[in-house]
Each structure stands twice: as C-alpha cells, then as structure tokens.
C-alpha cells in the first residue's frame, strides 16, 4: 500500500514538473521585440477575433485553409482580411505562408498567415485558437479592438510570442 501511495505521488510530481516545464517553454520568446519591429512593416490597426471551423478544443484539424494548409488550432496561424491579402504576401494556394507580428493588451505574437478573412465590417484579422487565447485565455472577449498587425519581411520567422 505504501508503495502505491509513493509511486502515485512521484508520478504526480512528474508529471507537474512536466506541465511546468511546457508553460515555460510556451511563455519563452524565440525572436527579440527589436528584432521583429525592425523587419516589419507598416501597422494596420483594427479589431481581431477568433475563427475556428469548429468549435474551440472539439476537433483537432479542419478544412484547407486559402494557402492549401489544414486548419490546425493548435498553431500560431491567423486570417488576414481579403482586402489586405497583398499587403501579407498574398496569401495564394500552395505558396509559402507570410508572417506577421499581431499586437494587443501589451503583448505581441508572431503568426503565420495562412487563410483570408474575417468577414465581419471592422474586423482585420481572425486569430486561430490558440493564438487568440494568448490575448485572451478564456476566449471569452470574442474580439479585440486596437490590434496592431504588421507584416514580416522574410519567410523564415518562428511563431510564437515575442519578448
């Protein structure tokens, strides 16, 4: 019985230190703040919200998105709208995605722009699952006004947070 106990409890301990460990990995920034404003470029400012084929955590993976790509919720990946699409390299089946550097309530991601969209007035980007709840965790807001977004030049940026 005392062996079950203590192999529950180191499991537990692992496994905390584990999920401990992804946290701060998910919080770390690959490229620094100075890096990513001096390759962007001109911000466009408007309201961001979330898009999902599906509902939010119910499946993982959708349709194609405009480049050719799956939707995947679990990447840094967002919707530029369609009227921008040029301004964000694009966005054409089967090219490489673009980048761009979206910024909100004082914290900035970088996110690959993979599909067009959104379609609502107002709106300029659509921020997949988990690139909406780094903005907002409860994905409760629904949309963000004052979003800054600009694009990145070059192809070879890492998604995530920037620090």
Not at 83 to 99: D, E, I
Request: net charge positive; with cysteine; charged share 20%.
């Amino acid at each position: 019985m005392l062996f079950r106990s203590g192999a529950a409890i180191c499991g537990a301990v692992v496994v905390l230190a584990i999920s401990v460990a992804v946290a701060r990995g998910e919080a770390d920034s690959v490229h620094s703040s100075a890096v990513v404003d001096a390759a962007s470029g001109d911000a466009i400012v408007g309201a961001a919200s979330t898009y999902n084929p599906f509902r939010p955590g119910v499946r993982e993976g959708g349709p194609e998105t405009a480049s050719g790509e799956r939707y995947e919720p679990s990447v840094w990946s967002a919707a530029i709208k369609t009227s921008l699409r040029q301004k964000f390299g694009g966005v054409q089946f089967g090219a490489r995605p673009k980048f761009a550097v979206v910024e909100a309530v004082g914290k900035k991601v970088i996110v690959k722009i993979n599909d067009v969209g959104p379609l609502k007035p107002g709106r300029i980007i659509d921020l997949n699952e988990r690139a909406m709840r780094y903005f907002d965790p409860s994905l409760e807001l629904g949309v963000i006004h004052g979003v800054s977004v600009k694009p990145l030049f070059g192809d070879f940026w890492i998604p995530g947070p920037v620090g």
